[in-house]
């Protein structure tokens, strides 16, 4: 499935793990605005007092009205907050000066008792605990990404500064690498920004501008647009190995350079069709925050069809190339020395770890799934996701026979892609 969800979903519980709700980000800043709005309504409705009073305000957290001094006022936990039908009897305290000033602690921060307004320590326990348990998914998927993204580079590097490792075949690995690198980086990228927003406190004004400000925003959604185009990318290019490797074991003469030109239009190309109306649906109907979360699921649907169909579509494939190997195998028509068959072999470990695992959870969706399923498919696509890149550099270029041969002979080899 689309690894942005996956990410926004770990990231939106983690820093609000210490809340016993998974209200996302969004949610949260929409009901505090609406909550401030409604305050400053109400406070500009009101006559004015001409005696001395602490001035009613908004603070931040609550709404305040004007207050005698030396009293304390109580207010009713505001309604922003993700919990509030377990504290909706509760109130917050603040206190009134004598000098007619909201009463403030020595570091200048507002004074104001919350301790009806906090959830029980049952439900802080239960929820730091599943906080750990997405922070474990963070440190691994973060790992995975890191390590995955520097054997890449090094894997892109090999092929593209040895000429004799120039092919179609290899060519085809090297734009699958180039997707991977890029899924990586952008995952990477966006978690960073995410990891700083969604980490805010509205506790006053202050953060609230950082929350607001166009240019980190506009920075944060671009991040999330290469990230979904990066994600979309690597599916087709996997699918186009997936293609190749069909072709190349079921069409008699099958001209690899002929199909190179739509291997691309496929791999970088089809991706632009389904994120560019993304893009235009967001910007028009959702343009809030860093695009990661959609209220609206028809949304996520532009990107995440393209992804089930690759996923469906190579595992037809996988199972197409099974058969044909098997039948080849039977007939003797096929030799294990065969440059097809080293072929076949390598790539069918990569399918069969990429092909098959998406199709378990492919139709179950992130958002509906709950409990200990939720958290297996997050376990599960994110481990297997986020070590993906290396596995394929291993198989494609570190296990690679022409690479190796090319290594160990330093070069002398006159014809290495004898497939082209």
């Avoid at 791999?267 to 632009?272: N, Q």
């Avoid at 200990?372 to 376990?379: A, D, G, I, W």
Wanted: contains cysteine.
């Amino acid at each position: 499935m689309c690894w942005v969800f996956l990410h926004s979903v770990v990231l939106v519980l983690l820093f609000f793990c210490q809340r016993p709700s998974a209200q996302s980000t969004n949610d949260l800043y929409n009901s505090w605005k609406k909550y401030e709005s409604e305050c400053q309504q109400n406070m500009s409705q009101g006559p004015t007092s001409t005696d001395l009073v602490c001035n009613r305000t908004f603070d931040g957290y609550a709404c305040w009205p004007d207050a005698l001094p030396n009293t304390t006022v109580r207010v009713s936990c505001p309604r922003f907050l993700p919990w509030i039908e377990k504290v909706q009897n509760g109130y917050v305290y603040k206190r009134c000066g004598p000098d007619g000033q909201w009463i403030s602690m020595p570091n200048g921060n507002v004074e104001r008792n919350v301790t009806e307004c906090e959830v029980n320590m049952d439900d802080l326990r239960a929820q730091d605990q599943f906080g750990e348990t997405y922070r474990s998914f963070m440190v691994m998927y973060t790992a995975g990404y890191s390590v995955s993204l520097g054997t890449l580079v090094i894997a892109l590097s090999i092929l593209a500064g040895f000429s004799k490792l120039r092919c179609t075949r290899n060519c085809i690995h090297m734009n699958l690498f180039a997707s991977f690198i890029l899924k990586c980086a952008s995952v990477l990228v966006i978690d960073g920004a995410l990891k700083t927003r969604y980490n805010q406190v509205f506790d006053d004004d202050y953060s609230v501008q950082l929350w607001l400000n166009s240019d980190a925003l506009a920075w944060c959604r671009a991040a999330s647009v290469f990230m979904q185009y990066g994600i979309i990318a690597n599916y087709c290019w996997l699918l186009v190995e997936g293609l190749y490797l069909h072709n190349l074991l079921s069409i008699a003469g099958f001209s690899e350079k002929s199909y190179f030109t739509l291997y691309v239009c496929i791999g970088w190309g089809a991706p632009v069709l389904f994120v560019v109306p993304w893009v235009v649906v967001k910007y028009i109907y959702e343009n809030t925050q860093c695009w990661t979360i959609h209220e609206y699921m028809g949304f996520w649907w532009i990107l995440r069809t393209p992804v089930l169909l690759s996923i469906m579509i190579n595992f037809v494939i996988f199972v197409r190339i099974i058969r044909i190997l098997v039948s080849k195998l039977w007939a003797h028509e096929m030799r294990y020395t065969d440059s097809k068959s080293r072929l076949a072999k390598s790539t069918l470990i990569l399918f069969s770890l990429l092909g098959t695992h998406e199709v378990i959870f492919a139709f179950i969706l992130e958002e509906l799934a709950q409990g200990t399923m939720r958290q297996v498919k997050l376990f599960f696509d994110l481990a297997v996701g986020s070590f993906q890149g290396m596995l394929v550099a291993i198989l494609y270029c570190f296990m690679n026979k022409e690479f190796q041969i090319y290594s160990g002979n330093f070069g002398w080899v006159t014809e290495i892609c004898w497939l082209d």
